[in-house]
Nanobody, 115 residues
Framework: QVQLVESGGGLVQPGGSLRLSCAAS????????MGWYRQAPGKERDMVAT???????DYADSVKGRFTISRGNARNTVYLQMNTLKPEDTAVYYC?????????WGKGTVVTVSS
């Protein structure tokens, strides 16, 4: 059974940084596309950043220049470095992995940006 586990969320002041981690386990997949999504209270879940198996990345306009997605050395491990955080970045952040014909999601990690 495929499981994605996120970590690294927390409370940070505006202008601060956090690094989120996600590790997938239980799959025999090769290197799969992965990404980070977020859902703020009362809003839909939106894409934050994605990375292909080849390492190509894509970012939401709202985080370009502040967030960086990268892969770890372990297969299907992904990180999200978040810098210059703003209150509007407050959300539950979810890790996603594209399988074959279906998506897998973690349970989410909460990021709160507040003074």
């Amino acid at each position: 059974q495929v499981q994605l586990v996120e970590s690294g969320g927390g409370l940070v002041q505006p202008g601060g940084s956090l690094r989120l981690s996600c590790a997938a386990s239980g799959s025999d997949f090769g290197i799969r596309p992965m990404g980070w999504y977020r859902q703020a209270p009362g809003k839909e879940r939106d894409m934050v950043a994605t990375i292909t198996g080849a390492g190509d990345t894509d970012y939401a306009d709202s985080v370009k220049g502040r967030f960086t997605i990268s892969r770890g050395n372990a297969r299907n491990t992904v990180y999200l470095q978040m810098n210059t955080l703003k209150p509007e970045d407050t959300a539950v952040y979810y890790c996603n992995m594209q399988g074959f014909g279906m998506d897998y999601w973690g349970k989410g990690t909460v990021v709160t940006v507040s003074s």
